[in-house]
Nanobody, 120 residues
Framework: QVQLVESGGGLVQPGGSLRLSCAAS??????????MGWYRQAPGKQRDLVAT???????NYADSVKGRFTISGDNAKKTVYLQMNSLKPEDTAVYYC????????????WGQGTQVTVSS
């Protein structure tokens, strides 16, 4: 069973930084990494894309985080990171790790979420 485990959330002041990590386990040797990424969900709102990175290293960012957040990954470790700088109160949300793994067909997996709160 594939599991994604996130870490690195917490409380930070506006303008501060946090780094999220997400490690996948249980993929075995047959499943290859298609893409990993981060989504976030604020109270009363839908879950939105923050950033993704493919196994080939192609990245995609939400407009609201471009220039402030950086996604990176380690294919061998099946781990993805999200460096968040210049954090704003509107970045407050539960951040979910997403991973797509498989063979000829990819399957979607989610982590349990980690809370990020930006407040003075």
């Amino acid at each position: 069973q594939v599991q994604l485990v996130e870490s690195g959330g917490g409380l930070v002041q506006p303008g501060g930084s946090l780094r999220l990590s997400c490690a996948a386990s249980g993929t075995g040797t047959a499943f290859r990494l298609y893409a990993m990424g981060w989504y976030r969900q604020a109270p009363g709102k839908q879950r939105d894309l923050v950033a993704t990175i493919t196994g080939g290293g192609t990245t995609n960012y939400a407009d609201s985080v471009k220039g402030r957040f950086t996604i990176s990954g380690d294919n061998a470790k099946k781990t993805v990171y999200l460096q968040m700088n210049s954090l704003k109160p509107e970045d407050t949300a539960v951040y979910y790790c997403n991973g797509r793994f498989g063979t000829t067909v990819s399957y979607n997996y989610w982590g349990q979420g980690t809370q990020v709160t930006v407040s003075s």
